[in-house]
Nanobody, 121 residues
């Protein structure tokens, strides 16, 4: 029973920056990872960045050096600082929360509704 809500999207010029936030609420009792995925119109959804419960981080090659993912466990919140934005970054960005039940071993994924990021002159 987890709710995921993203915010921070908008319109920005190439080279600009945006900071996305994602807050998870509800019952999260097991270790969980958080991450960002994005999907442009007509394209498949792709991973942007993930951060594990222990702090391990994975970035897509296309965003390395430009995006930074971080989390605040106390707030159940994950952030994505996006710098040097390019038109190719235009997409709906979705927040993901993934956990594995310590009781059953099953993996559960929770998704936000998405926030639009548009990079354009």
């Amino acid at each position: 029973q987890v709710q995921v809500v993203e915010s921070g999207g908008g319109l920005v010029q190439p080279g600009g920056s945006l900071r996305l936030s994602c807050a998870a609420s509800g019952s999260i009792s097991s270790p969980y990872s958080m991450g960002w995925y994005r999907q442009a119109p007509g394209k498949q959804r792709e991973l942007v960045a993930t951060i594990g419960s222990g702090g391990s981080i994975n970035y897509a090659d296309s965003v390395k050096g430009r995006f930074t993912i971080s989390r605040d466990n106390g707030k159940n919140t994950v952030y994505l600082q996006m710098n040097s934005l390019k038109p190719e970054d235009t997409a709906v960005y979705y927040c993901n929360v993934a956990r594995v039940s310590i009781i059953t071993g099953y993996r559960y994924d929770y998704w936000g509704q998405g926030t639009q990021v548009t990079v354009s002159s």
